[in-house]
Every structure is written in structure tokens, then in C-alpha cells.
């Protein structure tokens, strides 16, 4: 049995303190609790999670015998929480994508535990369908966040710090670049007094197209297809603020296709 | 029974005659054929249809009776196509989200029935999960056209030519843009040697939180969350030509979200 504290009760913890406790409501993304054991968990709000039997700790200085402590704290304050935690004989590993491992190297065993996905408090999580990606300072450490992450999911990876970066970054062109994307035609079809659902199909279709076929051979459309009086009427439709982030896009994708051409 | 011709056999044109084909192969797409029936099609090529009963038409000049004659030939092809149709008494209707419906006005009943989907010869289509947008020179050929699109689904608008223009860019957006967001992630893991597929949960999750949230109220990310040094960390990851895309939507998500700052 593997005892855990999370630190930090945002999107993620919120989620991981459900998922390793013991006795919280049953829900697909349980893990298999016979491997782990959520001992207690803090945030700095001071108030207890639902449906966590586990206890909140009040203090960082008085955390329970644990074999793992979970940063699950935003990016910037990994390393003064790392350094609060300094007495530790504890695993200490968190779980961002952008922050590199070397940050928790104060600590002898140390590693990361990063789900490259976008968590909400309010939708649920299916861990069993999710990438976890480790990485440890040592073998007997990367055991544990192995054992971990086996109680969530299957599908477990080793990224060292630069791969995280990089899935991170590829992360925000799937998730924050997309959504800004649908930010704007949000934006299109409400001035032009068009019902927002119209384009659903057309989103659901594009991702299960870039799904099946790949990105790349997916594309189409006027840049890809370099129809120069499409791409003027569009940008005479959008405001100017709008020209540079379009005109952007569209010669990105006629460099990337400039083979094709 | 509205007797239809298609001109055209692309990705729409296709779907669109095996649609209204009365005794096709049966598929969740077909239309209500007691309401419809393709009495022909035309391409260029002069290649028959797989699952088409209805007869190939070897010439323009040479077109069945029809009350509706539908072109889904590209673009700039629509006023040509047009013009050697000009003696027909059918109904003339383009397909196109970006043509104006008054490159038809040669004819005296004419229209547009557009479809803001992304096609495939390959995938199937459920014709009745998608928004068939119609436009009509009068009231006639718009009940006509009503009737065409409610053998294929429930739901149907009426935009004008400047409205459907909006679409189409909202379209392109949410279709070409995204996807070639999703292209550039796609190269981000490819270098990295990581699995393309880690990154499908978050994709999936970001179209339903769109959805869900509506897709302003739904951004995250180092963007809007002003985060320079992840920012910077990831412009030092990508080669300098893809500096220019990164840095365009950062400002616009900043930009758009200014309010919220």
C-alpha cells in the first residue's frame, strides 16, 4: 500500500484526492485502491474537500507519514512549496508540464506525475483514459510513480523533462491555440446572429478527421488551396484586430503544405 | 416528388446522390425518398457512382427534367457551370459557403443549400445530424428547396448570402485553423518521439468544454494567464518559423480577454 498526501486542492488535486481515497464516492475514474492510500491532503483555503474521507491537513509542517507527497500547486509555486516540504523522507513529485524535475532536486527521491489534460472541478475525469507521464530521480522512485500511476491508468509513459516541455507545448497549440480558434467563430456567429450549435458537427468532424487521418493530410481549405479572393473576402468580413492572428494562420499553413503546392 | 440532378461529384456531390438516390444502398444519411428522387447526375470525368442507381448524365446539354438542378462543383466553378445551364427552367442551386447566391441570377428561380460540414468520399455522413442552410430568389423555389432539405434533416436556416459568408469563416476557423493547430502539436510530438495519440484525451475534452462552456468562457492557458516565461520557455522550444503563429494568437487571446486582465 503506497500512502499519499496531496498539497493543493485545484482542478487536478481535487480530482487525484477523490481518485485515491479510499472510501469517496465510486466513480469510473476510482483508482484501484488496493495499491494506494490517500492519508491526508492540505490546501490553503482550509476547506475540506466533498466526498474525501481522507483528512485535510492544517498545517504544512505537520503532513502524515507518507511514501508520496503530490505538488498539484500552480506552476510558479512548485518551488517554494518544494522548499516548505524540505524535511521530508518522502517521494516528493508534481505534476506540471512546463516545470522541469530539477526543481524538486532538494529532495533526494523526487520525480513528476504529469496528465497532460484540462481538468474542471465541475466535469467528471476518467483517468483509465489518460496519458500519465513519469519521470524520477531514480529506478526505486520511478517504481512507486509506476505503482501510482498503474492504479489510475494503463496508459503510463516515461517523458524526461524536455519531452514534457514539449508535450506541454504541443498541449497548448491542441488546447488553449484550438479553443481561441473557436473563441472567434464564437464570436463570428453571434454578431452575424447565427445559432452557435450550427458549426458542431463541423468541430466534432474536424477533430475525428485529424484523429484518422492525421493533422497534416487533413487540412484543407482557401489557404491550403492558396484561393487568394476567399482569404480577401474574409479578412474585408473581420475587424482589423482580427487581420494579423488570420493572415498569421494562413501562411503558416501554406509554409507547412509548401511541398504540396 | 421533387425530381433533382446533381452536377458535380465530389465529396458533397457524392454523399448528396447517394442521399437522394431512391434505391441506394441504405445508409442513417438517406433522405426521405417518398419526397425526393435523383433523376440524374453529371461529372466530369463521366465515371458512373458506386450505390447510385440513378443514371449518369454523359452531357450538360443533354439534362433529364428536374425541378431541382444542384451544383457541388468548387467555387469558381459556380458561374460557369451557371452559364451552360442557362436555358434550363429548373431551379438552379449552388452548394458553396462563400459564393454569393447572386452569381445564379442568370436563372429566374434560383438558390443556395449549403452544408457547414467538412466531406469525405471515405466517411459516412449523417445527413440528418447536420445544418442545411438555404437561401432563395423567392418563395416558391424557397419551399422547394424546404422540402429538398427536410428529406435529409430537421434542421434547416435561412441565411442570407452575407450570413453565409460569416459561416463560412466562422468555418474556417473551427475546421482549418484548429486543424492546422492540431498539425503543428502533431509535429511538436513527432520531433519529440512521443506517441501522437497522448494527446487525444485533451483534444476531445477541449471541443466538449467548448461546447459545454461556450468556448470564451472555457480559455486557460500560459496566454491568458499572462505567464512570460512559459511563454518564452516555449518559443525557445519551436524553430524560429513558427515563432510568428505562437506569438499572433498569444496577442489575440490577450487582446480578446483584455477585460478580464
Redesign the interface.
Known amino acids: 500500500m503506497i500512502k499519499i498526501v496531496v498539497i493543493g486542492t485545484g482542478n487536478l488535486g481535487t480530482h487525484l484526492c477523490r481518485a485515491f481515497d479510499a472510501s469517496g464516492i465510486p466513480e469510473s475514474s476510482k483508482a484501484d485502491v488496493s495499491e494506494v492510500e490517500l492519508v491526508g491532503y492540505y490546501n490553503r483555503s482550509g476547506r475540506p474537500l466533498e466526498f474525501v474521507s481522507a483528512p485535510l491537513i492544517k498545517n504544512l509542517d505537520q503532513l502524515p507519514d507518507a511514501d508520496l507527497i503530490l505538488l498539484c500547486v500552480p ?2 509555486q512548485v518551488p517554494a512549496v518544494s522548499s516548505s516540504l524540505s524535511h521530508q523522507n518522502s517521494i516528493i513529485a508534481h505534476t506540471s508540464g ?1 516545470v522541469a524535475m530539477q526543481a524538486l532536486s532538494d529532495h533526494e527521491n523526487h520525480g513528476v506525475f504529469y496528465i ?3 481538468f ?1 472541478k465541475k ?1 467528471s475525469v476518467d483517468f483509465s ?3 500519465l ?1 513519469l519521470e524520477a530521480s531514480d529506478s526505486s522512485t520511478m517504481k512507486i510513480l509506476e505503482r501510482v500511476a498503474s492504479s489510475l491508468s494503463r ?1 503510463r ?1 516515461h ?1 524526461d523533462s ?2 514534457r ?3 506541454h ?21 453571434q ?22 487521418l ?3 493530410n ?7 488551396r492558396q ?1 487568394q ?2 482569404i480577401l ?2 479578412l474585408a ?2 475587424p482589423p ?2 487581420h ?2 488570420y493572415k ?2 494562413t ?3 501554406q ?2 503544405h509548401a511541398q504540396k503546392l
Do not use: W
Request: charged share 20%; glycine share 4%; with cysteine.
Open positions: 506552476d510558479d512546463s497532460p489534460q484540462s474542471s466535469r483514459q489518460l496519458a507521464c496508459k509513459f517523458l524536455l519531452q516541455r514539449q508535450l507545448l504541443a498541449a497548448v497549440y491542441v488546447n488553449n491555440f484550438v479553443n481561441h480558434c473557436y473563441t472567434k467563430a464564437e464570436t463570428i456567429l454578431e452575424a446572429e447565427i445559432p452557435s450549435g450550427l458549426l458542431q458537427p463541423l468541430m466534432e468532424e474536424t477533430l475525428q478527421k485529424a484523429l484518422n492525421g493533422a497534416k487533413a487540412q484543407t481549405g482557401p489557404a491550403l484561393d479572393s476567399t473576402a474574409h468580413l473581420l484586430s482580427d494579423p492572428m498569421t494562420i501562411q503558416s499553413i509554409e507547412t
